[in-house]
C-alpha cells in the first residue's frame, strides 16, 4: 500500500473526491502498489499499459481512472471481459460511480453490449452501442459489433480498458480476442489499457511489445495468501505477502487431510465463507451432501419473489451451505452469491465458475481436488497452473475483513507432492497459450474478409502472419508461418463454396450471404443447414403454421427447429470445431419417450430420430420448456438434467435460431440482385416463398425459447413493475399463465374475482404485494416503454429539422394518421398514393410506392389506430389489409398493416401463416423513418423489413454503426 500518489499523477479533483475512486485510509490516500505503479507510468498522460499484477491487487480502480481521465478529455471508455457475468458486474459498478458526476445522469449515454443482448442505463434495448459514451462488452460481441459494417472506423477517441488480457493465450477464446486486438491495433485508440493477473514474464512482454504498450508488473499481494499442501507427513507452505513471494518450505506438522474436517477447521477459525472446489459437478452435490449430513438446519431462507428454487438447495442453505455450478439457473447462482455476501451461508460447494474473475467475498477455500478426468490420457491430471492460481486468488481479497487468506489442498503421496508443489508455486506462472492455431482459421476467415480487413489471399496471410500468435508461432518453429498458408486458402475456398465469398481474378468479396453469416456468428454450414431443410419441407412445415382461421401447430414446429438446432454443425465438427456443447447428461440414459419426435416423424431434420438421442432429448426439454411447464415437470423429462442445463441450452438454441432468421432476413432482400444471393435465396426458387416465410417464425421461436414462455406470455416479460424488481420471473409469468390470466384485459382487471386469481398466482412475499403492481403494469403495458421511445426520437427529429414528422407519427388518428404516415414516406423520398379515398371503403388506405425508388415492390398498406394510449389494434384489424388488397385487385403486393399505437399480443403468432403480410407499431416505424434519417438504414432496408411476412420489431433493424 501508498499513502501519497506519484508526483506526475494527474488525478482530477473530482477523482481524488470521490471515496470510491479514491481510497483513504483517514487522512491518507491508500492505493495500491500496482494502482501506484500504474500512475507512475502515465497513466493521466493518456500512456498505453499492459498491467500485469496478483489477483486482488486493485486492478479494476485502475481502470476506472484511465475512463474518468478520459471523459474528462472528451472521450469515450470501453471496458472489455471476459464473460457475460462480468460484464453486468462492471456495468452496475461503472452506472454507480460515472452516470450521475460524469454523464449528467443520461442513461443512454451507457451500454452493456453481450451475447444475451444490447441494453443501456434504463435498461431497454439499445440501438447504438458505438456511439455510447461508455461501453462495456465482451470480446466476442465487440469483434461482432465493430466488423458489422465494413472496415473499423476511427477510434482514435476511445480509451480501452480491457480486462483478464490473458484471455488472449485462452485455447478456445482467445482467437477472438486476438482478431479484435489485431483491428485495435490497425485502427489505433486514445489510450489502451490491459488488465491481467496470470500472464508469465515472456507472454506479459511479447503481448506488450505487440500491441506498442509500456508493461508495469507487480509482484506483490496486497492482502497475504497462504497456501497449505498438506500430506501425510507434513505441510508445504506457499506464501505470498505485501512484502513479497516467501520460499515455499515445509513444516512438520501433520494436520486434518479428511474434508469436512478441513472444513470444520476453517468455520472455526472463522475464515467464513468458506468455498470448496470442485472438479467435477456431481462432485458438488455429492460433498455438499455429505458435508450437510453432519450438519443441523439451524435457519429458514425464504427464497425471493419469483425465485424457481431447487428443493434440495433450499435445504442445504437452512443448514448454511450451498453448491454453485454451471447447472444451477442463473438466477438460482445470483442468490447464492447473495447468500454468500450476507454470510447467510458459510461453506459453498463449487466448480470453477464461481472463480472466473468476479469479485467475490472468501474467506477461505479446500480444493477436494486439483485433477479432472482427462478423457484422451485416461487419467486424472493436475488442472493447469493459472486456473489454479485464480482459483486460489478468489480467497483473502482487499476489503473483505477476513484478514489473511488460506486455502488447503492436499496431497495422497510422494508424486503427488510433487505436482501440488508446481501448482503451488507462487513464483512461476503458466506460460501464456497461443490462441490462433490452423484450427481456427475458418471462424476468423470470414471475420477478415467481411469486416473489410482485407480483399485477396494475399492479403489475408499478411494479416494472419501479423497476429501475436504467428510471431510467437514464428519464434517456436522456422521462423516464419508459411504453413499457415494452405489451412488459410483451404478455409477461404470452403467460404466460396459455401457461397459467402466471390473470388475474381484479381481480389475476393464477400456476398450480403456472407456479410450476415459473418455477423450471425454461425458457421455458414449451420445456415446451410437451414436453407435446406426449409426448401425440402417449408412449405409442408408452412402448413402447420398459426393462421388468422386456424391455431396450427406451433409447438410442434418449435420442436422440429429446437431438434435441428442441436443437430446443426455449431454442436458438431462439420465446418470446424463446435461452437457449442451439449450438456452429456442429455444423453446419459439414451433417447427418452418423445411423443412429439414419434409424431413429427417424416418432418424432421434427421431420421430416425433415435439415432442422435442428446438431441432428441434436448429437442424435447426445450419444447416442454417453451411451453411454459414449470419445474417440476422439466426435471422429470430426463433422468438429471436440471432446469439450470436447460436454461443454459435454451439459451444457445436461441441464439442460433435468433441468427439464422437474421440472416435469411437480411440476405434474401427482394431487391437484391439474384446473384448476390444464396442459391436457395434466389428468386428463381420456387421455395423461397416458404424460406422467407420462416424467418420471422424462427425469430419468435428464438424468443420463446430464450423466455421459455409461450407466445401468448411473451408480453408479460415486457411489463415494467414499479418495486424491487423490475421485471416478472419466468416462474411467475407460468403461474399466471396457469391461472389462465395471461390475456391483457384479464390481467388489469380490477375485479375481486380477478384480484384473487392474481394473489394466487403472486403470493406476497415478505411484504411486498406483486399482484397489484402486476395489474398496474399491464395498464401501463407498453405505455412506459412507448414514452421513453418517443423522448428519444423527438430529440433526434430535432436534429433533423422533422419534428412535426415525428410528432404527427405519434399524436394523429384515423384519417390524420394515414397523412402523417404519407408525409413520412415522403419526406424520405417515396410516394404514397390514397386508394382508399373515401368512395372506395373496402380498400385498402395507401400504396407506398417503392418500386419508384428501385425496390422489387410496391408496399400496401392500412393504417389502423386506437384512440386511447393503452387500447391496442386487434387481430381482426390487423388483417384486414390482405382481403382489401385483394379487392383492389393487388393481390400479388406484399401488405402491411401500421398500427397505432401497437397491437395486440396474439397478432404476431396468428400471422405467422400469412403471405407477404406484415404488421408493424408506431413506434418501431419511427425508429425506422430516424435511422434512415441518419443515414443508417438504406430504403432497401426498409423495403426489406417491411416485406419479410410477420411482425417488424426494431430488432430486427440491421445494427446501427454509429
Ligand atoms: N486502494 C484500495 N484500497 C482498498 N481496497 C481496494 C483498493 N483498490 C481496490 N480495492 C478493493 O479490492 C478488491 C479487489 O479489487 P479488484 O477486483 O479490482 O482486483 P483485481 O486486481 O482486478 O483482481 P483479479 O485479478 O482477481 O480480477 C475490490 O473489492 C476493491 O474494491
Ligand atoms: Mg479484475
Known amino acids: 500500500m501508498k499513502t501519497t500518489l506519484p508526483p506526475a499523477c494527474r488525478l482530477s479533483q473530482r477523482v481524488l473526491d470521490t471515496p470510491e475512486l479514491m481510497p483513504r485510509d483517514g487522512a491518507n490516500y491508500s492505493i495500491t502498489d500496482a494502482q501506484y505503479a500504474a500512475l507512475d507510468a502515465g497513466?493521466?498522460?493518456?500512456?498505453?499499459?499492459?498491467?500485469?499484477?496478483?489477483?486482488?491487487?486493485?486492478?479494476?480502480?485502475?481502470?476506472?481512472?484511465?475512463?474518468?481521465?478520459?471523459?474528462?478529455?472528451?472521450?469515450?471508455?470501453?471496458?472489455?471481459?471476459?464473460?457475460?457475468?462480468?460484464?453486468?458486474?462492471?456495468?452496475?459498478?461503472?452506472?454507480?460511480?460515472?452516470?450521475?458526476?460524469?454523464?449528467?445522469?443520461?442513461?443512454?449515454?451507457?451500454?452493456?453490449?453481450?451475447?444475451?443482448?444490447?441494453?443501456?442505463?434504463?435498461g431497454r434495448a439499445n440501438s447504438s452501442p458505438l456511439s455510447a459514451t461508455i461501453l462495456v462488452a465482451t470480446y466476442e460481441k465487440y469483434l461482432a459489433l465493430i466488423s458489422a459494417g465494413g472496415p473499423p472506423q476511427d477510434l482514435s477517441n476511445v480509451v480501452f480498458v480491457c480486462d483478464e488480457i490473458q484471455l488472449i493465450g485462452d485455447s478456445s477464446r482467445g482467437k477472438h480476442v486476438e482478431l479484435l486486438l489485431s483491428v485495435l491495433k490497425r485502427t489505433?485508440?486514445?489510450?489502451?489499457?490491459?488488465?491481467?493477473?496470470?500472464?508469465?514474464?515472456?507472454?506479459?512482454?511479447?503481448?506488450?511489445?505487440?500491441?506498442?504498450?509500456?508493461?508495469?508488473k507487480v509482484d506483490t499481494r496486497e492482502k497475504s495468501l497462504t497456501i497449505e499442501g498438506r500430506w501425510r507427513s507434513g505441510n508445504l507452505i506457499a506464501r505470498s505477502t505485501p512484502n513479497g513471494i516467501e520460499p515455499l518450505h515445509n513444516l512438520p506438522t501433520v494436520k486434518e487431510m479428511e474434508l469436512n474436517d478441513m472444513i470444520q477447521e476453517l468455520v472455526d477459525l472463522e475464515?467464513?465463507?468458506?468455498?470448496?472446489?470442485?472438479?467435477?459437478?456431481?462432485?458438488?452435490?455429492?460433498?455438499?451432501?455429505?458435508?450437510?449430513?453432519?450438519?443441523?438446519?439451524?435457519?429458514?431462507?425464504?427464497?425471493?419473489?419469483?425465485?424457481?428454487?431447487?428443493?434440495?438447495?433450499?435445504?442445504?442453505?437452512?443448514?448454511?451451505?450451498?453448491?454453485h455450478n454451471a447447472e444451477l439457473s442463473e438466477a438460482e447462482r445470483a442468490f447464492v452469491e447473495e447468500l454468500m455476501k450476507d454470510k447467510t451461508v458459510d461453506v459453498v460447494f463449487a466448480t470453477s465458475t464461481l472463480a472466473a474473475g468476479v469479485n467475490f467475498p472468501l474467506g477461505s477455500a479446500v480444493f477436494s481436488r486439483w485433477k479432472r478426468w482427462d478423457f484422451d490420457k485416461r487419467e486424472h491430471v493436475p488442472i493447469r497452473r493459472d486456473e489454479f492460481q485464480n482459483m486460489a486468488g478468489r480467497v483473502g481479497r482487499m476489503g473483505q475483513g477476513t484478514g489473511e487468506g488460506i486455502v488447503l489442498a492436499t496431497a495422497r503421496g510422494a508424486p503427488d507432492l510433487a505436482l501440488l508443489q508446481q501448482l503451488m508455486d507462487f513464483s512461476t506462472r503458466e506460460t501464456l497459450g497461443v490462441g490462433i492455431t490452423p484450427t481456427d482459421f475458418g471462424s476468423l476467415v470470414?471475420?477478415?474478409?467481411?469486416?473489410?480487413?482485407?480483399?485477396?489471399?494475399?492479403?489475408?496471410?499478411?494479416?494472419?502472419?501479423?497476429?501475436?500468435?504467428?510471431?510467437?508461432?514464428?519464434?517456436?518453429?522456422?521462423g516464419n508461418v508459411e504453413h499457415w498458408r494452405p489451412h488459410l486458402n483451404q478455409q477461404i475456398d470452403r467460404l466460396i463454396n459455401t457461397h459467402c465469398l466471390i473470388e475474381t481474378k484479381n481480389r475476393i468479396v464477400v456476398t450480403e450471404f456472407g456479410k450476415a453469416v459473418a455477423r450471425s456468428g454461425l458457421k455458414p454450414e449451420t445456415v446451410e443447414h437451414f436453407l435446406h431443410y426449409l426448401n425440402e419441407h417449408g412449405e409442408q412445415a408452412a402448413q402447420l403454421l398459426p393462421t388468422p382461421e386456424q391455431k396450427g401447430r406451433d409447438d410442434d414446429l418449435l420442436f422440429i427447429f429446437a431438434h435441428g438446432s442441436l443437430l446443426s454443425p455449431e454442436f458438431t465438427l462439420t465446418g470446424g470445431p463446435r461452437t457449442r456443447n451439449i450438456s452429456y447428461r442429455f444423453n446419459r440414459y439414451g433417447a427418452v419417450s418423445n411423443p412429439q419426435a414419434e409424431a413429427l416423424d417424416t418432418l424432421l431434420f434427421e431420421r430416425p430420430w433415435v439415432a442422435d438421442p442428446s438431441a432428441a432429448n434436448g429437442a424435447r426439454a426445450l419444447s416442454e420448456w417453451a411451453a411454459g411447464a414449470d419445474r417440476e415437470t422439466l426435471e422429470q423429462l430426463v433422468p438429471d438434467v436440471r432446469l439450470g442445463l436447460i436454461e443454459s441450452m435454451a439459451r444457445d438454441v436461441s441464439w442460433l435460431l435468433a441468427a439464422v432468421s437474421e440472416v435469411i432476413g437480411s440476405s434474401s432482400s427482394l431487391t437484391l440482385?439474384?446473384?448476390?444471393r444464396h442459391p436457395l435465396l434466389r428468386s428463381t426458387n420456387p421455395n423461397l416463398l416458404h424460406i422467407r416465410k420462416f424467418s420471422r417464425v424462427l425469430r419468435r421461436y428464438a424468443v420463446r425459447i430464450a423466455y421459455g414462455l409461450p407466445s401468448e406470455c411473451h408480453w408479460l416479460k415486457e411489463l415494467e413493475l414499479h418495486g424491487p424488481a423490475r421485471r416478472l420471473t419466468r416462474m411467475q409469468i407460468v403461474s399466471i399463465h396457469q391461472k389462465g390470466i395471461s390475456r391483457p384485459h384479464l390481467l388489469m382487471d380490477g375485479s375481486v374475482e380477478m384480484d384473487a386469481l392474481r394473489q394466487e398466482a403472486l403470493p406476497k412475499v415478505g411484504r411486498v404485494s406483486y399482484a397489484n403492481q402486476v395489474?398496474?403494469?399491464a395498464r401501463n403495458w407498453k405505455v412506459d416503454q412507448r414514452r421513453h421511445f418517443r423522448r428519444r426520437h423527438e430529440k433526434k427529429a430535432?436534429?433533423?429539422?422533422?419534428?412535426?414528422?415525428?410528432?404527427?407519427?405519434?399524436?394523429?388518428?384515423?384519417?390524420?394518421?394515414?397523412?402523417?404516415?404519407?408525409?413520412?414516406?415522403?419526406?424520405?423520398?417515396?410516394?404514397?398514393?390514397?386508394?382508399d379515398d373515401g368512395t372506395k371503403p373496402a380498400w385498402p388506405d395507401l400504396k407506398i410506392e417503392f418500386a419508384a425508388s428501385g425496390m422489387a415492390s410496391d408496399i400496401v398498406a392500412e393504417v389502423k389506430s386506437k384512440e386511447r394510449e393503452t387500447a391496442l389494434v386487434p387481430l381482426n384489424d390487423a388483417i384486414e389489409v390482405v382481403s382489401a388488397a385483394a379487392i383492389a385487385g393487388l393481390s400479388g403486393t406484399p401488405?402491411?398493416?401500421?398500427?397505432?399505437?401497437?397491437?395486440?399480443?396474439?397478432?404476431?403468432?396468428?400471422?405467422?401463416?400469412?403471405?407477404?403480410?406484415s404488421v408493424v407499431e408506431l413506434v418501431d416505424l419511427a425508429e425506422a423513418y430516424l435511422r434512415i434519417k441518419d443515414g443508417n438504414l438504406t430504403i432497401a432496408d426498409l423495403h426489406n423489413w417491411l416485406t419479410t411476412p410477420g411482425i417488424a420489431l426494431t430488432e430486427d433493424l440491421p445494427f446501427n454503426n454509429f
Open 446 to 478: 470470414i471475420q477478415l474478409f467481411a469486416g473489410g480487413l482485407c480483399t485477396t489471399r494475399d492479403g489475408a496471410f499478411a494479416l494472419m502472419s501479423s497476429t501475436l500468435s504467428a510471431s510467437r508461432e514464428a519464434e517456436k518453429g522456422v
Open 895 to 917: 401488405v402491411t398493416t401500421i398500427c397505432s399505437p401497437g397491437a395486440e399480443p396474439s397478432v404476431p403468432t396468428a400471422i405467422s401463416g400469412c403471405n407477404h403480410l
Open 775 to 777: 395489474r398496474d403494469a
Open 188 to 216: 489505433g485508440w486514445y489510450q489502451f489499457i490491459g488488465l491481467s493477473a496470470v500472464m508469465d514474464d515472456i507472454g506479459a512482454q511479447q503481448l506488450a511489445h505487440w500491441l506498442n504498450l509500456s508493461l508495469v
Open 673 to 676: 440482385a439474384d446473384a448476390a
Open 271 to 323: 475464515k467464513k465463507p468458506v468455498i470448496v472446489f470442485c472438479m467435477r459437478v456431481d462432485d458438488c452435490y455429492d460433498l455438499a451432501e455429505k458435508w450437510a449430513t453432519t450438519q443441523a438446519a439451524t435457519q429458514s431462507v425464504e427464497a425471493p419473489a419469483g425465485l424457481d428454487l431447487d428443493a434440495g438447495l433450499l435445504q442445504l442453505i437452512n443448514k448454511r451451505c450451498a453448491f
Open 43 to 122: 497513466l493521466t498522460d493518456g500512456k498505453s499499459l499492459l498491467i500485469s499484477a496478483p489477483t486482488s491487487t486493485g486492478k479494476t480502480l485502475i481502470g476506472w481512472w484511465a475512463a474518468a481521465n478520459g471523459l474528462e478529455h472528451g472521450k469515450k471508455f470501453v471496458y472489455l471481459v471476459s464473460h457475460r457475468a462480468l460484464a453486468s458486474q462492471k456495468f452496475d459498478e461503472i452506472q454507480k460511480l460515472f452516470r450521475g458526476p460524469w454523464l449528467g445522469d443520461d442513461p443512454h449515454a451507457l451500454v452493456c453490449a453481450t451475447g444475451d443482448g444490447v441494453i443501456d442505463g434504463s
Open 798 to 835: 430535432v436534429m433533423h429539422g422533422v419534428e412535426n414528422i415525428i410528432s404527427d407519427l405519434y399524436d394523429m388518428k384515423g384519417k390524420r394518421l394515414e397523412t402523417a404516415v404519407i408525409n413520412a414516406f415522403q419526406d424520405l423520398g417515396i410516394n404514397c398514393s390514397v386508394l
